[in-house]
Nanobody, 124 residues
Framework: QVQLVESGGGLVQAGGSLKLSCAASGRTFSTAAMGWFRQAPGKEREFVAAISWSGVSTNYLGSVKGRFTISRDNAKNTVYLQMSSLKPEDTAVYYC?????????????????WGQGTQVTVSS
């Protein structure tokens, strides 16, 4: 069992930065790939970024590549999402998720555990 708690969301102006954190409990964290997803009002939840269990491999949604960076600290059971050059279209509730697999995946169905979400609002 893995429990996930996100933090770091908030209101920021376009062009600004935010760093989201996701603290995980449970001994399987260090062997699980982790991901970030987001859901904007009236839209489906979408994949944002994923990282393998070791942190060596990462994958990003095309529209955030070069602006967002996913990382993890297995010693602290924490995964991060550094977001820069934020745009109003990045406004959404951001969710952290833990995969049942060690290899990273963009497929939502492969994620077994989810956090409660943190709101990110980017004003123009």
């Amino acid at each position: 069992q893995v429990q996930l708690v996100e933090s770091g969301g908030g209101l920021v102006q376009a062009g600004g930065s935010l760093k989201l954190s996701c603290a995980a409990s449970g001994r399987t964290f260090s062997t699980a790939a982790m991901g970030w997803f987001r859901q904007a009002p009236g839209k489906e939840r979408e994949f944002v970024a994923a990282i393998s269990w070791s942190g060596v491999s990462t994958n990003y949604l095309g529209s955030v590549k070069g602006r967002f960076t996913i990382s993890r600290d297995n010693a602290k059971n924490t995964v991060y999402l550094q977001m820069s050059s934020l745009k109003p279209e990045d406004t959404a509730v951001y969710y952290c998720a833990a995969s049942a697999r060690a290899t990273m995946t963009a497929a939502e169905a492969h994620y077994a555990y989810w956090g409660q979400g943190t709101q990110v609002t980017v004003s123009s």
